[in-house]
């Protein structure tokens, strides 16, 4: 069969536009691996955490406003979401039957490690590891959330019309389900927060993360001060004006 010589130029084109496209690929990793490791060059001790880990792309180095958080039952670990959507439509029903003057809503159910840092650094977690519940995955890094923040439906979701009557109605709702209620810890109240008693997703978390990261997790690796592990470097935005506002002012 003969081929033409323009033919011949066309298949020469592609194999060579091929074997470049190749290349590219194989840099790109590089490029990224090189990245990660140089980012956690400094942290082989166990407790570093420089930075900000936005800059580093991924799902898990997403900022909170830039596919960083989920407010979607399907990033929830199954049996749980079932339970979430349960306690939200028996809290509807008591807004439907007078019992309560506002609905409620999913606020949160799954974080990126990067969204809790900055969560943590602005006073709203006091989770100090990236591991929270909220960051749940399985061992390939989908989203598993074991907790989920519930909120009225209030024209300011935190502030509903019953105040403490519908924060109690989230805990019994939740309590009911065999969930815990963060409105009854002591050290900090998270009214809007439930939980599952335990979360089986907590290795495949950590080692997914630290894979992702190139870090080294240990728990309470993020000091109560919130100084020295990198919330300067957050990307501008609520969490950051909060932490310069409540905490930057001790880390001189």
């Not at 690929?25 to 990224?32: E, G, I, K, N, Y």
């Not at 509903?160 to 309590?175: L, Q």
């Amino acid at each position: 069969m003969k081929i033409s010589e323009q033919t011949l130029r066309n298949m020469i084109r592609m194999q060579l536009l091929r074997e470049f496209q190749k290349q590219s690929s194989s840099l790109r990793v590089a490029s990224a691996d090189f990245n990660r490791r140089s980012r956690s060059s400094d942290d082989e001790d166990g407790g570093g955490d420089e930075g900000d880990w936005s800059s580093m792309g991924g799902k898990m180095g997403a900022p909170c406003k830039k596919g960083g958080k989920s407010n979607t039952l399907g990033d929830c670990d199954p049996d749980f979401g079932t339970l979430v959507q349960q306690v939200v439509n028996a809290l509807n029903k008591r807004h439907k039957e007078g019992k309560l003057q506002d609905g409620a809503k999913i606020h949160t159910t799954w974080r990126s490690a990067a969204c809790q840092k900055a969560k943590f650094c602005a006073g709203y977690s006091q989770k100090k590891s990236p591991t929270g519940r909220h960051v749940s995955t399985d061992s390939s890094g989908t989203p598993r959330s074991t907790a989920a923040d519930i909120v009225s439906t209030a024209s300011d979701p935190y502030k509903p019309k019953d105040g403490m009557k519908f924060w109690n109605a989230v805990g019994e709702e939740a309590e009911k389900r065999g969930l815990t209620w963060g409105g009854n810890w002591t050290s900090f109240k998270d009214k809007p927060h439930i939980q599952t008693k335990k979360n089986p997703y907590a290795a495949a978390t950590k080692s997914f993360l630290e894979k992702e990261l190139g870090i080294t997790i240990t728990q309470g690796m993020w000091p109560a001060d919130r100084c020295g592990m990198g919330c300067e470097d957050l990307p501008d935005g609520g969490e950051k004006k909060r932490w310069k506002s409540k905490y930057a002012s001790k880390c001189t």
